[in-house]
């Protein structure tokens, strides 16, 4: 799969939260979001992929292991078959206005920085190789 990214403005929601309506709007606003930057020539992964997902927050950032799940579930259909087939989960949190440092910073993660907001990068690519080693 050729490496498919995008941005969603604002804060994630967490699948945990009790307000089921806030969790489905979500759902559907990252949808619509991957749809804008998904290209006609893309194809959709029929194999293992891995999800990599940035929250740039400006207050108050959640946890990370309750932002994945709904993100996962959204591009069904869209960026894999079913999210069976997501072998590995890279999920940060970063500070918007912290220092970091950017390397080979994309046009689609530059748009982000652009709005000034809180926001979430999310790249799908093919997963690493399958092999453990121990």
Do not use: C
């Not at 709904?70 to 894999?80: E, K, M, R, T, V």
């Not at 890279?90 to 220092?99: E, N, Q």
């Not at 440092?101 to 790249?123: D, K, P, R, W, Y």
């Amino acid at each position: 799969m050729k490496k498919f990214e995008f941005i969603v403005d604002g804060p994630p929601v967490s699948q945990q939260t009790r307000r089921r309506q806030r969790l489905r709007t979500w759902k559907e606003n990252v949808r619509q979001e991957a749809e804008k930057y998904w290209l006609s020539e893309n194809k959709i992964a029929n194999g293992f992929v891995m999800l990599q997902v940035t929250y740039f927050y400006d207050s108050v950032a959640m946890d990370v292991d309750n932002i994945v799940k709904p993100i996962q579930d959204a591009i069904i259909g869209l960026a894999y078959i079913d999210d069976n087939q997501v072998t590995d989960i890279l999920v940060r949190k970063r500070y918007l206005f912290g220092k970091f440092t950017m390397v080979n910073m994309t046009e689609t993660l530059l748009e982000g920085f652009v709005h000034g907001n809180q926001f979430l990068h999310i790249v799908v690519t093919d997963a690493p190789d399958q092999e453990v080693i121990t």
